[in-house]
């Protein structure tokens, strides 16, 4: 059995899913917008273009994702964090610094007592991760 984080966005899904292929890696290998599904005509014209599902290809990994309206029950993202395990120090680095632009740093990657580099941020989506990296030295 796989685990495969699945995200909400109040139509941001797009632009989150070309930002974290940007800063993860991958290969983004589905955009649906609303509009080209059989429920088209049901949904408003506005978000027509929105993301009914995104998958980003991570090798072991499928980090998917939709855009949820307010009406369907959009809520921000609470009580969890994306996990990610980068194999080098200097990789936990580069990921951590590029999901915090324009993010909040909850925790400055550093080395703690359990991980090389550890560090938490809430993305510019609202989208909460932790970078975790090997034991330390």
């Given at each position: 059995?796989?685990?495969?984080?699945?995200?909400?966005?109040?139509?941001?899904?797009?632009?989150?899913?070309?930002?974290?292929?940007?800063?993860?890696?991958?290969?983004?290998?589905?955009?649906?917008?609303?509009?080209?599904?059989?429920?088209?005509?049901?949904?408003?014209?506005?978000?027509?273009?929105?993301?009914?599902?995104?998958?980003?290809?991570?090798?072991?990994?499928?980090?998917?994702?939709?855009?949820?309206?307010?009406?369907?029950?959009?809520?921000?993202?609470?009580?969890?964090?994306?996990?990610?395990?980068?194999?080098?120090?200097?990789?936990?680095?580069?990921?951590?610094?590029?999901?915090?632009?324009?993010g909040t740093v909850q925790m400055a990657i550093q080395e703690?007592?359990?991980?090389?580099?550890?560090?938490?941020?809430?993305?510019?989506?609202?989208?909460?991760?932790?970078?975790?990296?090997?034991?330390?030295?």
């Amino acid at each position: 059995m796989k685990l495969n984080p699945h995200l909400s966005f109040n139509g941001q899904c797009e632009e989150a899913f070309q930002f974290y292929q940007r800063c993860l890696g991958g290969k983004i290998v589905a955009m649906l917008p609303y509009g080209d599904t059989p429920m088209a005509e049901q949904v408003p014209p506005d978000w027509r273009k929105k993301i009914i599902h995104a998958t980003l290809d991570l090798s072991e990994v499928r980090l998917t994702g939709a855009d949820v309206s307010d009406d369907q029950g959009y809520q921000r993202p609470q009580g969890f964090s994306v996990l990610l395990s980068p194999a080098t120090a200097a990789e936990a680095d580069r990921v951590f610094a590029s999901l915090s632009e324009n993010g909040t740093v909850q925790m400055a990657i550093q080395e703690t007592f359990w991980a090389q580099r550890f560090g938490m941020v809430v993305d510019r989506f609202g989208v909460p991760w932790m970078v975790s990296c090997g034991n330390p030295a």
